[in-house]
C-alpha cells in the first residue's frame, strides 16, 4: 500500500512540473475504515515541513496594479499541496506552481461537502519583513474543522511553517502599502472517489494566496443590514461554529434577499428570542450603554452556533486590555434584537460593527428588524464611530508591525 | 461574453475526446450578478436535449463480474456533463467519455459547498428493457435543492431524457438479474473560481452511473442503531429536507462513534422530546399497534427537517393505497422516541425500517436509547418482519416491471 501511494504521489505531484497548465492528479486509495487493524500497515506520518519540495514556476504572473486588486479573484504564482491518505498519513508536501486540480467526478468533496478552510493575512512591515496575524489560532480551528468532518489533523505548526515559505516565495505580489496584503486561503477537501457516503480514506490540504487590497479604500462605508427571521444559519449541536464549507452556501439566498431589498447583508437571529448571531460572514459586536450607565462591549458566546472568529478574539482581548480599565464592561452574553432595537429608541445604543479577517471591522448604520429600521447610532454624515475606528486602528497596527504584539 | 463561454466549452470540452485520461477543463466565466442588467445579454437558455452530442470511449472498460459489484465503486463508460453560465445559461449538453473534472483550487465547491446531487435507479426488466423509477420527482427535488444554493435550476424532463439516453449507451453495464441495476448520480457543482462568497457565476452539472448489486444480496440482514441525541442533523429554517453535500459531511462523526460502539447507524433525535427524524441517509418507518388496537404506519411529516425521499413517498403511496384498505392508519406525524420504546414495552411495536433508494427498506431490529437497547419486534431468528418484505417485493415488482405502473 506504501509504496503504491507512492508511486501516484510521484505520479501526481510530479506531473505537476513547472507547467501551470497541467493538473494534480490526487492518489486515489481504497477507504480504509480501520487504519490500524492490520499490524503491517506503517504507522501514519504527521505533516513534515522538513521534506516540503519546491518547483518553481517558469512562467511568472504578471503584477496587477495594487488598485485593480479584487478579493480573491487573483492568485500568487505559487501553492502548496499536501496529500493524505488512511493508510499513510500526511505524504511530503510541495510547494507547486499554481495549476488546476484533476479529480475524478466521483470525488467526495462534489457529493457530501467534505471541505474547511480558513482565512488569513500576511502583511509586510516597514522593512519589508513578511508577518502572519496569529497563525496558530487558524490552524487550530481548521484542527477542529477538520476532525468534525473525519477529515484528518495535522501539525499546525508544521503548516505555518510551510505557508510562510510560500509567502516568502511570492512575497514580490504583497503590494507594500498599508491595507494591502496576501489573504492566505489553507482549504482540506475529501478526495475519496468513491459514493459510500463515510470516512474519507484520502484528502488533500493546499493553500492558495490572493493579493488584496484594504476593504474600504477611500475609508469606512457603514453598512445596512436586514436581520433574517425565516432561515436558520446555525444550532445547538450542529456544525455553525466550525468554518465548514457546509456553513457557507446556504446563506447565500438569505444574502441575495436581504440585497433583493436594498441591504448590505443579512443579519442571523436565532430561536424565538431572536438572538443576534452573526452578520454574513462576520461576529457582530454591540456597544450600548447599559440601563446603569455602564459602557458595555457585547458579542455572542461560543454557544457552538457562533464561529470562533480569530477578528472576535482579538477585539475581545483588546477590549478587555484597553477599554476595561477604562470603565467598559466585556460580555460575551445573548442580546436580543429587541434589547438592541430598546437601547437604539433610548438613545443608549453607541456603535455596531462586524469583526472578520476581510475587513478588520465593518461599521453598521442599521438594521432591517419587524418592518422598522433600527438606527446603530451612528450620526448621518458619519461612517464609522470612534469605537468601530480605534478598534481597526488597534489591530491594524499590531497585523502592520507599528505595533510590537505576540501576534505577529 | 457568449463567444468567449462558446470557446471556453469548445477548447473544455472537445477537449475531452475519446481519451478518459484528458480532464475537463470547465468554462470560468467571471460572475455577473446582476444577469438581466445588460440589454445585449442574450436571453439565457434552458437545458437543452435536442442539442445533445456524444463522443463515445475508444477504451471500453471490462464489465465486473456482478458479485463482485460494490455500491458507487465502479463506474459505467461514459458521462453526462453540462455546464451553465450566469451569461448564457445551460451550454449544449455532452455525453462522454467518464473522466476526471479539472477545476481550478479556487473553485467555489471546494471552499463553500456549493454541491446538491440525487440518487436513483435504472433497472432492466425481463424484456431486457431500462427502466428509470419516479425521475421526475428526483429532478424536482434536485431543482429545489440546487434554487436553495443559489445554483442554477433546469428542466426536469430535458435531463431525464439524456440521462435515459446514457442509460441506454451505457445499458451493458446493468446486470440482467433482479436486484442489480444502474445507480445513477445526478450531481451539481458551483464552479465559480473567486473567493468571495456569492451565487456562483457558473456551475456543472454532471450525471455519473455505477452498476450495483442487491443491498442485500443474501437477504435482509437486519440493523442496530444508536440514538444519537448529542448532535443534530437539521433544524427548522435550516436546509435538512434538501439533498446538499452539507447535510452529509456533518453526520459522518456520529455514524462513526454509534459503529465504535457496535451499531451499523445512528438515528437522529430532535429536541428535548426526542423526536424521531432520520436514520442515517434513510427516511425512518415505524409500525406499531395503537392503544386503540389500530395499526399505524408512522413516518416523520415534511416539516423542513426531513429529508423528502422518494422511497418514503413511495412507501406512504403503496400503504395509502393497499394497506389502508386493510385497516391501516397511514400517518405523517411526529413520534418521541419515549413512544416507541413504550409501544416496544407493551409489545405494540410491530416492525421499524428505514427507506431510501440505496437499500429500498432496511429493517432494524433494536434501537439504542439512553443506555437501553429498545427492541423493534423482530423475532430473534427473523430478519425482516412481513410488511417491511412486503413492502420491499411490491416497491421492486415495479422497478423491475413485474408490476405495471406509472412509475417506471
Known amino acids: 500500500m506504501q509504496s503504491l501511494s507512492r508511486r501516484l504521489l510521484r505520479q501526481g505531484l510530479s506531473s505537476a512540473s513547472s507547467l501551470s497548465s497541467k493538473p494534480i492528479a490526487s492518489a486515489f486509495l481504497p477507504r480504509s475504515y480501520s487504519i490500524h487493524a492490520d499490524h503491517a500497515t506503517p504507522r501514519l506520518q504527521d505533516m513534515d515541513a522538513s521534506r516540503l519540495g519546491v ?8 503584477l496587477k496594479a495594487p488598485e485593480d486588486l479584487i478579493f480573491g479573484q487573483s492568485f500568487s504564482d505559487h501553492m502548496l499541496v499536501v496529500e493524505w491518505t488512511a493508510v499513510d498519513g500526511w505524504l511530503p508536501p510541495r510547494i507547486t506552481p499554481y495549476q488546476n486540480l484533476s479529480l475524478d467526478p466521483a470525488t467526495c468533496v462534489f457529493h457530501y461537502a467534505f471541505c474547511a478552510f480558513e482565512g488569513m493575512k500576511a502583511y509586510k512591515d516597514a522593512s ?13 480551528r481548521l484542527n477542529k474543522s477538520a476532525a468534525r468532518i473525519a477529515l484528518p489533523t495535522f501539525d499546525g505548526a508544521a503548516l505555518t511553517q510551510m505557508i510562510a515559505r510560500l509567502c516568502h516565495i511570492d512575497d514580490r505580489f504583497i503590494p507594500e502599502y498599508r491595507g494591502y496584503s496576501l489573504y492566505i486561503r489553507p482549504t482540506i ?76 447583508q ?11 448571531t452573526e452578520v454574513g460572514t462576520m461576529n457582530l459586536f454591540v456597544a450600548i450603554k447599559g440601563k446603569d450607565g455602564v459602557d458595555e462591549l457585547v458579542t455572542a458566546p461560543l454557544d457552538g452556533t457562533i464561529l470562533e472568529g480569530v477578528t472576535r478574539d482579538s477585539v475581545l482581548e483588546l477590549a478587555r486590555e484597553r ?12 442580546m436580543t434584537m429587541h434589547e438592541l432595537a430598546e437601547a437604539s429608541d433610548e438613545n443608549r445604543l453607541l456603535e455596531v460593527f462586524g469583526a472578520g479577517t476581510a475587513a478588520v471591522v465593518s461599521p453598521i448604520r442599521n438594521i432591517s428588524w419587524k418592518g422598522r429600521l433600527v438606527s446603530c447610532g451612528l450620526e448621518d454624515h458619519s461612517e464609522a464611530g470612534p469605537l468601530t475606528q480605534q478598534i481597526k486602528d488597534w489591530i491594524e497596527d499590531i497585523q502592520t508591525g507599528v505595533t510590537e504584539s505576540p501576534w505577529r
Open 266 to 276: 443579512n443579519l442571523w437571529l436565532f430561536g424565538e428570542e431572536e438572538y443576534i
Open 128 to 140: 519589508g519583513n513578511v508577518r502572519l496575524f496569529r497563525p496558530e489560532r487558524n490552524m487550530a
Open 55 to 62: 518547483t518553481r514556476t517558469l512562467d511568472p504572473k504578471p
Open 323 to 334: 477599554l476595561a480599565p477604562k470603565g467598559w464592561k466585556i460580555s460575551e452574553r445573548k
Open 189 to 264: 477537501i475529501g478526495t475519496q472517489n468513491t459514493l459510500g457516503v463515510g470516512p474519507p480514506g484520502s484528502a488533500l490540504l493546499y493553500v492558495i494566496a490572493s493579493p488584496v487590497g484594504p476593504y474600504y479604500p477611500t475609508g469606512f462605508k457603514a453598512i445596512s443590514l436586514e436581520a433574517t427571521d425565516y432561515a436558520v444559519r446555525a444550532w445547538p449541536g450542529g456544525v455553525g461554529d466550525k468554518k465548514l464549507g457546509a456553513n457557507y452556501a446556504p446563506c447565500i439566498v438569505p444574502q441575495q434577499q436581504a440585497a433583493s431589498r436594498g441591504f448590505h
